[in-house]
T-cell receptor, first 111, second 112 residues
Framework: QKEVEQNSGPLSVPEGAIASLNCTYS??????FFWYRQYSGKSPELIMF????GDKEDGRFTAQLNKASQYVSLLIRDSQPSDSATYLC???????????FGQGTELSVKP | GAGVSQSPSNKVTEKGKDVELRCDPI?????LYWYRQSLGQGLEFLIY????????KSGLPSDRFSAERTGGSVSTLTIQRTQQEDSAVYLC??????????FGNGTRLTVT
């Protein structure tokens, strides 16, 4: 079992729709959760981080964390073609350990 | 301020040669990571430095790979006797303790 798992996609949504990206992790001791966006040929850039169970909203983005289910998700409201990219979920264990990335989900937003 | 700087940005080398990749983290960042990303793949963890603690080398794929971090700042990733499967983008990132990572632009390594 991979430590961090994501559906590779591609996930295709129409412009203006909600995109839902999902991630599961295997280490129950994980404490910190991050979503990064990576455009083709570029380095990953941070979108959001979440540490506590529940929802965290930032503009059009909402991160959701459920530690009991070992599940973290990212919702993108009012999706735009510029949101088309690969979205990487990253999880860090307790005691500030290494950050492990999932394989990423490719999102395509169609005009 | 200055971000994470990696050099060279591109490196082409012949199979069997050794290569060194350099990373200058953001000043004051105690954590430094190396990842490898093959074409169309996710980020593969290689090694993690945190302050003066012993590095977590659990992701290094073979003993041909090594890394060091001098003075808690600059880091060098060395690949000995390169193989074609080593071709990838090598990404360095740094952070404050337990804070989000800031990535460099990467070094694209091509082994011919």
């Amino acid at each position: 079992q991979k430590e961090v798992e994501q559906n590779s996609g591609p996930l295709s949504v129409p412009e203006g729709a909600i995109a839902s990206l999902n991630c599961t992790y295997s280490d129950r001791g994980s404490q910190s959760f991050f979503w990064y966006r990576q455009y083709s040929g570029k380095s990953p850039e941070l979108i959001m981080f979440i540490y506590s169970n529940g929802d965290k909203e930032d503009g059009r983005f909402t991160a959701q964390l459920n530690k009991a289910s070992q599940y973290v998700s990212l919702l993108i409201r009012d999706s735009q073609p510029s949101d088309s990219a690969t979205y990487l979920c990253a999880v860090k264990g307790d005691q500030g350990g290494k950050l492990i990335f999932g394989q990423g989900t490719e999102l395509s937003v169609k005009p | 301020g200055a971000g994470v700087s990696q050099s060279p940005s591109n490196k082409v080398t012949e199979k069997g040669k050794d290569v060194e990749l350099r990373c200058d983290p953001i000043s004051g960042h105690t954590a430094l990571y190396w990842y490898r990303q093959s074409l169309g793949q996710g980020l593969e963890f290689l090694i993690y430095f945190q302050g003066n603690s012993a590095p977590d080398k659990s992701g290094l794929p073979s003993d041909r790979f090594s890394a060091e971090r001098t003075g808690g700042s600059v880091s060098t990733l060395t690949i000995q006797r390169t193989q074609q499967e080593d071709s990838a983008v090598y990404l360095c990132a740094s952070s404050q303790y337990n804070s989000p990572l800031h990535f460099g632009n990467g070094t694209r390594l091509t082994v011919t």
